[in-house]
T-cell receptor, first 113, second 111 residues
């Protein structure tokens, strides 16, 4: 158990809908990272927040957005969902920045029908 | 463009042998490189980090080497066991303050 929690575990929705994925980092970790993993793309970095502020951005679509709240939990919002958004979404946390070990949560499996 | 390459073909080895996985990269000058293990449907788990000024790092049955001239890291598991079967990912810190992962190599250790 990494100490990172993600909810929900599974999510099934329809195209065009909007969903919110939630992540609670390990106690004391200030950085939260979001990744998308699909079969053909591997683990793709989406975005990083550090202590409430956006720190780095990867290949995140404009339909996706994230935020980190004062209690350090984070939410990833996915809107206007398409079939291709079906994937595993992982959250990871680390004490500070990317030079630290990242601790991954169990993931949310999103299926868009 | 920046690229991280791991052998996409699964590596099958016999129990007790040493498994060696390769991570090659281009157009990176990483300050460090990390290796993670991932089991099906689960999040990656950190194994080892090696810095650019370190040639080799060990942890129990694991050994990582880092050759910045060849732009390559090798990951070794000695005395492999069926429980070592998993996908192994290398990750580099590239530009833009982000960690980029390779696509991973699946290792299968057979009895």
């Amino acid at each position: 158990d990494s100490g990172v929690t993600q909810t929900p575990k599974h999510l099934i929705t329809a195209t065009g809908q909007r969903v919110t994925l939630r992540c609670s980092p390990r106690s004391g970790d200030l950085s939260v990272y979001w990744y998308q993993q699909s079969l053909d793309q591997g683990l793709q970095f989406l975005i990083q927040y550090y202590n409430g502020e956006e720190r780095a951005k990867g290949n995140i679509l404009e339909r996706f957005s994230a935020q980190q709240f004062p209690d350090l939990h984070s939410e990833l919002n996915l809107s206007s969902l398409e079939l291709g958004d079906s994937a595993l979404y992982f959250c990871a946390s680390s004490p500070r920045g990317i030079s630290d070990t990242q601790y991954f949560g169990p993931g949310t499996r999103l299926t868009v029908l | 463009s920046q690229k991280i390459e791991q052998n996409s073909e699964a590596l099958n080895i016999q129990e007790g042998k040493t498994a060696t996985l390769t991570c090659n990269y281009t157009n990176y000058s990483p300050a460090y490189l990390q290796w993670y293990r991932q089991d099906p449907g689960r999040g990656p788990v950190f194994l080892l980090l090696i810095r650019e000024n370190e040639k080799e790092k060990r942890k129990e049955r694991l050994k990582v080497t880092f050759d910045t001239t060849l732009k390559q890291s090798l990951f070794h598991i000695t005395a492999s066991q069926p429980a070592d079967s998993a996908t192994y990912l290398c990750a580099l810190a590239g530009g833009g303050n982000k960690l980029t992962f390779g696509t991973g190599t699946q290792l299968k250790v057979e009895l």
